[in-house]
């Protein structure tokens, strides 16, 4: 039995979400009744009803619903592999799937991905921001080339070295720790505003925390370094953050940063990828990002 083709997998997707057929039809370009053979090919090869009249049109059967969940990936898919083939078409010559840590984002990566696009115009990088521990899963599974994370290396991966994450505690000007450096643990008896649980960082505090036999009092959780930084100078808690990564909220929000001296503090930053050959654009990209002379 022949696999549906496309433009019925897509009649079918647009007639469920303008719940009428032949609103559908006439965006495929189709007439009604071609449209109502398409339907009724697809619920013979699939044995089943897709579709169900009522008064204002139509609606999708159980079996329906799981199939627009279907052509929805697939449509997307497509869309993806139309993009892909025109921008050889237009003279790429290579793409690259990065996956980049929120510090990465907010530090130097921006600037140095628009060196690297000014280098080679003809390779295009897709950058996706993603937790670090998200990123190492993307690279084995194969869903990026390259990842650029601050967790800790992986034996089933590779990692090269990028570069340093320094972390700091971050407060309002006018807060009672007055030191210019401090250890984690002497700041427990504090309530912190931080990112949330699937942050490397959230982890980390939380670890670090537990080795000093206390616990973590995170009073609010956030997506993003702005948002935390925004709830330090409103006076909701102290912070453990990047210090390149929110630099820029420093004098804007009358932030103060104070060193933290734990080991952990200091935090390398790594580009991930898989063992063995890799493809030229991630291979060059991969050395451009770490300093390596390309061969």
């Known amino acids: 039995?022949?696999?549906?083709?496309?433009?019925s997998l897509q009649l079918f997707q647009r007639a469920v979400e303008l719940r009428s057929l032949s609103r559908a039809a006439e965006l495929c370009h189709l007439s009604l009744s071609a449209a109502s053979r398409r339907i009724a090919a697809l619920e013979h090869h699939f044995q089943t009803p897709l579709l169900q009249r009522v008064h204002s049109g139509v609606l999708p059967t159980p079996a329906g619903e799981a199939l627009v969940r279907h052509a929805q990936t697939l449509m997307r898919d497509v869309d993806l592999m139309h993009g892909d083939l025109s921008d050889y078409a237009r003279g790429t010559v290579g793409r690259v799937r990065l996956y980049a840590n929120t510090s990465a984002l907010s530090q130097d990566l921006p600037e140095r991905l628009a060196q690297w696009t000014r280098l080679h115009p003809d390779i295009k990088v897709d950058v996706q921001e993603v937790r670090s521990g998200r990123i190492v899963d993307a690279v084995r599974e194969g869903a990026a080339d390259l990842g650029l994370v601050t967790s800790a290396p992986v034996p089933d991966l590779r990692f090269e070295p990028y570069g340093h994450d320094r972390l700091c505690v971050?407060?309002?000007?006018?807060?009672?720790?007055k030191a210019r450096a401090v250890r984690f643990e002497h700041l427990l008896a504090h309530e912190f505003v931080g990112l949330d649980n699937s942050a490397a960082l959230t982890q980390a505090m939380k670890h670090a925390a537990e080795a000093a036999g206390q616990f973590l009092r995170l009073r609010i959780q956030v997506q993003s370094f702005e948002g935390v930084c925004r709830l330090v100078a409103a006076g909701q808690g102290i912070a453990v953050m990047p210090e390149g990564a929110v630099a820029a909220f420093r004098h804007t929000m009358k932030l103060r940063f104070i060193r933290l001296t734990d080991d952990w503090a200091d935090r390398p930053?790594?580009?991930?990828?898989k063992h063995g050959v890799i493809q030229a654009p991630a291979r060059r990209l991969l050395h451009f990002l770490t300093g390596v002379a390309d061969a």
């Open 269 to 273: 930053m790594h580009v991930c990828v």
């Open 1 to 7: 039995m022949p696999t549906p083709d496309l433009l």
């Open 170 to 177: 971050v407060v309002p000007q006018r807060h009672a720790i």
